[in-house]
């Protein structure tokens, strides 16, 4: 949720701190702060600004009131949990020579305050975090040394949080702490940073180190030492980030979003790299479970939220179809709290493009409690939830940085596709030349998803079209069917229209009621090759059309049957049926994209929403 920077150094404090700000400002943007540690002429002091809204407007109230210089700072942009977006309620918050910037949710924060509040401390917001600065400030008389005091206030606190830390009487020092929330290093020659992902300061340093859970780092220029609560020092896991700060850039286009549904082709390709063995057959390099134990998996269950749980809904079908072991589909949330069937034969695949969602992670967490194997799907290395699960497969989409997910949900659907074909493998469920012929086929979509990009005119210009529209229903079936609900999701996240996605087959148990002249109903059409769904999906275009519904149908090239109870076609290059949803899924976000940007909305960071939601 929150974005955190923190820097010590050679460089501006503040150009640091802001640089980091903006590239972490998709995980919250409803209000933003600095503090640094600045040189008076009564020694070091904290210097301080925050503003609601974009960080823009924190930005120009730097440039009419700018700060001193100064080599250490902190920053953060806002998600509000506590406390509405507004000035007092942004971060840092500040008590006595300490200031605060928190991510996450405190959850013993009343009792900490009312007794606070009991000692005297006036509190001046309504957040959790404030109440973090006045613990430290308190501890602090009787603890001198911040990483001391940081670490006993720490164990006080329960909930979820990164915390990172500025002291006016250790101007050379930032201290960071983290319990389920994301908080990494970066290490620099004579200077180091701390951010909630490595976006924070991947202009400065591609070296990182990983922290685990309930740690502390302090950051020097020169050092950086990590402990846990009560000090003992930890190993600590350093590694390199195989992307650059242009990747983290718009790269000329005008929002992330194109930049990221332009990358599709890539990212698909990246995630197919290197996943043969000199015998030809397929591997999965971060896999850390055994064949044998693969061979025992008898069920299993995708857990994931948002857009990473429709890749999942689209990776049962094929999971299922390969493997022949059952495997559902759950949405994170809802996993833990109805006491799932988990045994030591249960494989969880968690699906998550950052790694650090809270529902996810929880529920990750469970089911390893329950003895199940937990494997994750996921696109950041380092983040927590990979770092806690059996095994991983990594999607090599590149940062995604705009909120609602595109390339990310590509690459995870065929990541789920190579844990089907693996399973099926080492299973002997299926033979080598099979799995290479859907391999091949695999490799053949990054050009298929081009076509797609290259004839986007046709989307751009209906979404002109549908501009002034309501309501919008989105109608699949099979694969297809979750592809119509990521399309309505897309347009929920973007356009803030009502949009619904279900499946053919349910239409005329209620859907069919909202149908009236003119609505715009999206039809994905199933493959030829697929007979019977694709005729029993014609039959559904026809039945809301025959209610007045205005169709824009995406079909597979050559497929003419539909064209009569057509209003608008949107062509797809031919591909098998479980690989359509790779390529139908594009020109849904394309339109989503188009109509909210001629809305006049903010793509790149939709209102009330965030990239990583690290609560639950
Ligand atoms: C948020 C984002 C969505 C994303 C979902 C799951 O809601 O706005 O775009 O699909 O979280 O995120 P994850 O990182 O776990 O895939």
Redesign the pocket.
């Known amino acids: 949720m929150c974005g955190i920077v923190g820097y010590v150094g050679h460089r501006s404090a503040l150009d640091v701190v802001l640089g980091g700000l903006q590239r972490l400002e998709y995980r919250g943007y409803d209000s933003a702060g600095v503090a640094l540690v600045a040189d008076g002429s009564d020694g070091m002091f904290l210097a301080s600004a925050k503003r609601a809204g974009k960080l823009a407007n924190l930005i120009g109230a730097l440039d009419e009131q700018p700060l001193p210089v100064a080599h250490t700072g902190i920053g953060h942009t806002r998600w509000a949990t506590h406390g509405a977006p507004n000035d007092r309620n942004a971060h840092p918050h500040i008590s006595g020579r300490v200031a605060v910037v928190h991510n996450g949710i405190i959850e013993n924060f009343a009792t900490l305050r009312a007794e606070l509040e009991t000692a005297g401390h006036e509190l001046l917001s309504e957040t959790d975090t404030e109440v973090v600065a006045h613990l430290l400030a308190d501890e602090l008389q009787t603890t001198p040394e911040l990483p001391d005091a940081v670490r006993a206030v720490c164990r006080r606190l329960k909930g979820a949080f990164t915390l990172v830390i500025a002291d006016a009487d250790h101007p050379d020092m930032v201290v960071g702490a983290r319990r389920n929330s994301p908080l990494v290093v970066g290490r620099g020659d004579g200077e180091n940073f701390l951010g909630s992902d490595v976006a924070a300061f991947i202009e400065f340093t591609r070296e990182a180190i990983e922290l685990g859970q309930d740690q502390v780092v302090v950051i020097t220029p020169d050092q950086i030492d990590v402990t846990d609560f009560d000090g003992n020092a930890v190993e600590v896991t350093e590694y390199h980030v195989n992307w650059d700060a242009s990747a983290a850039e718009k790269g000329g286009y005008e929002l992330f979003m194109l930049k990221e549904i332009a990358e599709q082709p890539q990212a698909v390709a990246d995630t197919l790299l290197g996943r043969y063995n000199a015998a030809g057959e397929l591997q999965l390099d971060e896999m850390r479970l055994s064949d044998d134990e693969l061979r025992n998996i008898d069920k299993i269950v995708i857990i ?5 749980f429709y890749a999942g809904m689209v990776a049962k079908y094929a999971i299922e179809h390969w493997t022949r072991v059952p495997c559902e589909v759950e949405l994170s949330s809802e996993f833990r709290y109805r006491d799932p069937i988990l045994d030591r034969s249960t494989l969880v695949v968690s ?7 809270m529902d ?1 992670l929880m529920a990750v967490r469970y089911a390893r409690e329950q003895r199940a194997r937990v494997l994750s799907i996921c696109n950041t290395n380092g983040s927590t939830i990979p770092r806690e699960s059996d095994a991983v497969i990594y999607t090599h989409a590149g940062p995604e940085i705009a ?3 595109t390339k ?1 949900f590509l690459a995870q659907v065929v990541a789920c596709y190579l844990l089907g074909l693996y399973l099926a493998q080492v299973k002997g469920l299926k033979y080598g030349d099979e799995i290479s012929q859907i391999m091949a086929e695999l490799a053949a979509v990054p050009a298929a998803i081009q076509r797609v990009l290259d004839d986007a005119d046709v989307v751009r210009k209906l979404a002109g079209e549908l501009v002034n529209e309501q309501s919008f229903l989105f109608l699949g079936r099979h694969v297809g069917y979750p592809v119509a609900l990521e399309g309505a999701l897309k347009l929920k ?1 973007l356009a803030y229209l009502h949009a619904e996605g279900f499946a053919g087959g349910e239409l005329k148990h209620g859907p069919i009621a909202v149908v009236d002249d003119g609505t715009p109903v999206f039809a994905i059409v199933p493959p030829r090759s697929r007979d019977r769904l694709q005729d029993k999906l014609v039959s559904n275009i026809q039945e809301v059309r025959a209610r007045g519904a205005r169709t824009i149908v995406l079909v597979e090239d050559g497929d003419d049957e539909v064209l009569p109870y057509a209003d608008h076609v949107i062509r797809l290059p031919k591909v098998p049926t479980l690989l359509q949803p790779l390529v139908a899924t594009v020109p849904l976000q394309i339109f989503a994209c188009e109509l909210a940007s001629q809305l006049g909305h903010d793509v790149d960071q939709p209102r009330n ?5 690290t609560v639950e």
């Open positions: 994931a939220c948002g857009t990473s699906i998550s493009q950052s790694g650090e969602t996810t909120v609602a997910s990310g996240e929403l965030a990239k990583s939601v």
